[in-house]
C-alpha cells in the first residue's frame, strides 16, 4: 500500500493561520505587533526570493517587516552595525541574516552579534546550548518544522529508532537534539549518519523515522528503506528537465515514486518540509514579541 503524503504546505497554512490569531491577540490585548527585520547582503537570486517569500508571510500574519539590502563588498563592519541597531529598537523582535553570506564577512561573528532574544533562527551559540540541555529556546526553522510535521501528522516520535542523513548545524544536529530529549513530541533513540559511513544503507534500513538531510538529489533509494518506515525529505535539489520553462525541476534527497511504495508516510518536494520553515519562523517571531510582554 502506497504511503501517506505528509502535505507540509496544508500543515504549514495551519500554522500561519494560528500565528495570524494570536498575533491579532497581541495587538489587541498588549498593542504590540511583532517585528521581523532582514538583512540581505549582495543580489543571490536565490536569497532575494527567499526574503520576499517571508516578507509576503510576515504580511499574511499581520507582522511589520523591515528588508535591508547591502552589496555584495560592504564591510564586515557594515553588517555588524546593522544588527546592532535592530538589537536596540523595541519594534523589532526578530532578526534574521539571510545566509549565505560573502566570504570576506564572517558568518559565525554575524550570528554570534544577534541577541538572544531576537535570534528567531535559533543559530546562536546560546539558542543551540539551551536546545542541547532541553531548555526552552528558539529552535531552528527546519528541525522545528520537521517535529511539527510529524505530531500533526500523528506521528509520536517516542520510542522510535529516528535516523538522521547529515549533520548540519541547520538541520542534521538540531533534529538530532530536539528528537532525543525526554519530553513529550520527543524521547526518539536518534542514530545521525552522514556520507563517511562504510554502509550507510545498514543505519537506514534500522529507521522507524528517517530523515534524509544530505542535498543530494535521490540518495536514499528504496532499498535503503525498511517496510513501513516514515520518510522525512528535507532536500532540495535542482535537476534537469527539458519539459519545463525554467529547464529543471526539484527532487528532494530521497528517490520519491520508489520510497512511497515502502514507506507508512513520506513527505514530497516540494509541498513538504519547505513550507514549514517559513512557518515556524513566524511562530518563533511571535513568541519573541510575547516574551516581551511577559
Same mark, same amino acid.
Request: glycine letters at 8%; hydrophobic letters at 40%; one cysteine or more.
Given at each position: 500500500?502506497?504511503?501517506?503524503?505528509?502535505?507540509?504546505?496544508?500543515?504549514?497554512?495551519?500554522?500561519?493561520?494560528?500565528?495570524?490569531?494570536?498575533?491579532? +491577540? +497581541?495587538?489587541?490585548?498588549?498593542?504590540? #505587533?511583532?517585528?521581523?527585520?532582514?538583512?540581505?547582503?549582495?543580489?543571490?537570486?536565490?536569497?532575494?526570493?527567499?526574503?520576499?517569500?517571508?516578507?509576503?508571510?510576515? =504580511?499574511?500574519? *499581520?507582522?511589520?517587516?523591515?528588508?535591508? =539590502?547591502?552589496?555584495?563588498?560592504?564591510?564586515?563592519?557594515?553588517?555588524?552595525?546593522?544588527?546592532?541597531?535592530?538589537?536596540?529598537?523595541?519594534?523589532?523582535?526578530?532578526?534574521?541574516?539571510?545566509?549565505?553570506?560573502?566570504?570576506?564577512?564572517?558568518?559565525? $561573528?554575524?550570528?554570534?552579534?544577534?541577541?538572544?532574544?531576537?535570534?528567531?533562527?535559533?543559530? /546562536?551559540?546560546?539558542? @543551540?546550548?539551551?536546545?542541547?540541555?532541553?531548555?526552552? #529556546?528558539?529552535?531552528?526553522?527546519?528541525?522545528?518544522?520537521?517535529? =511539527?510535521?510529524?505530531?500533526?501528522?500523528?506521528?509520536?516520535?517516542?520510542?522510535?529508532?529516528?535516523?538522521?542523513?547529515?549533520?548540519?548545524?541547520?538541520? *542534521?544536529?538540531?533534529?538530532?537534539?530536539?528528537?532525543?530529549?525526554?519530553?513529550?513530541?520527543?524521547?526518539?533513540? @536518534? #542514530?545521525?549518519? /552522514?556520507?563517511?559511513?562504510?554502509?550507510?544503507?545498514?543505519?537506514?534500513?534500522?529507521?522507524?523515522?528517517?530523515?534524509?538531510?544530505?542535498?543530494?538529489?535521490?540518495?536514499?533509494?528504496?532499498?535503503?528503506? $525498511?517496510?513501513?518506515?516514515?520518510?522525512?525529505?528535507?532536500?532540495?535539489?535542482?535537476?534537469?528537465?527539458?519539459?519545463?520553462?525554467?529547464?529543471?525541476?526539484?527532487?528532494?534527497?530521497?528517490?520519491?515514486?520508489?520510497?512511497?511504495?515502502?514507506?507508512?508516510?513520506? #513527505?514530497?518536494?516540494?509541498?513538504?518540509?519547505?513550507?514549514?520553515?517559513?512557518?515556524?519562523?513566524?511562530?518563533?517571531?511571535? /513568541?519573541?514579541?510575547?516574551?516581551?510582554?511577559?
Amino acid at each position: 500500500m502506497p504511503a501517506t503524503i505528509i502535505d507540509g504546505a496544508a500543515i504549514a497554512a495551519t500554522i500561519k493561520d494560528e500565528v495570524r490569531r494570536d498575533t491579532a +491577540l +497581541l495587538k489587541e490585548r498588549h498593542d504590540v #505587533t511583532p517585528g521581523l527585520a532582514f538583512l540581505l547582503v549582495g543580489d543571490n537570486p536565490a536569497s532575494r526570493s527567499y526574503v520576499r517569500s517571508k516578507g509576503r508571510a510576515c =504580511e499574511y500574519v *499581520g507582522f511589520h517587516s523591515h528588508t535591508v =539590502e547591502r552589496p555584495a563588498d560592504c564591510s564586515e563592519a557594515d553588517v555588524l552595525e546593522q544588527i546592532d541597531a535592530w538589537n536596540t529598537d523595541p519594534d523589532i523582535h526578530g532578526i534574521l541574516v539571510q545566509l549565505p553570506l560573502p566570504d570576506h564577512i564572517d558568518e559565525n $561573528k554575524v550570528i554570534n552579534a544577534i541577541s538572544p532574544r531576537k535570534d528567531v533562527d535559533g543559530f /546562536h551559540p546560546i539558542s @543551540v546550548g539551551r536546545l542541547v540541555i532541553g531548555q526552552e #529556546t528558539f529552535r531552528p526553522c527546519t528541525p522545528a518544522g520537521i517535529q =511539527e510535521l510529524l505530531l500533526r501528522s500523528g506521528i509520536d516520535p517516542s520510542g522510535k529508532h529516528v535516523v538522521v542523513v547529515g549533520r548540519s548545524n541547520i538541520v *542534521g544536529k538540531p533534529i538530532a537534539n530536539i528528537l532525543l530529549q525526554k519530553a513529550p513530541g520527543a524521547n526518539a533513540i @536518534v #542514530t545521525v549518519a /552522514h556520507t563517511a559511513a562504510a554502509d550507510l544503507a545498514s543505519l537506514t534500513r534500522q529507521a522507524d523515522i528517517l530523515i534524509a538531510a544530505i542535498g543530494r538529489p535521490r540518495a536514499i533509494t528504496a532499498d535503503m528503506v $525498511k517496510q513501513g518506515a516514515v520518510v522525512i525529505d528535507v532536500g532540495i535539489n535542482q535537476v534537469p528537465d527539458a519539459s519545463t520553462e525554467k529547464g529543471y525541476r526539484l527532487v528532494g534527497d530521497v528517490d520519491f515514486d520508489a520510497v512511497k511504495e515502502k514507506a507508512s508516510a513520506i #513527505t514530497p518536494v516540494p509541498r513538504g518540509v519547505g513550507p514549514m520553515t517559513i512557518a515556524m519562523l513566524m511562530q518563533n517571531t511571535l /513568541h519573541a514579541a510575547q516574551r516581551t510582554v511577559r
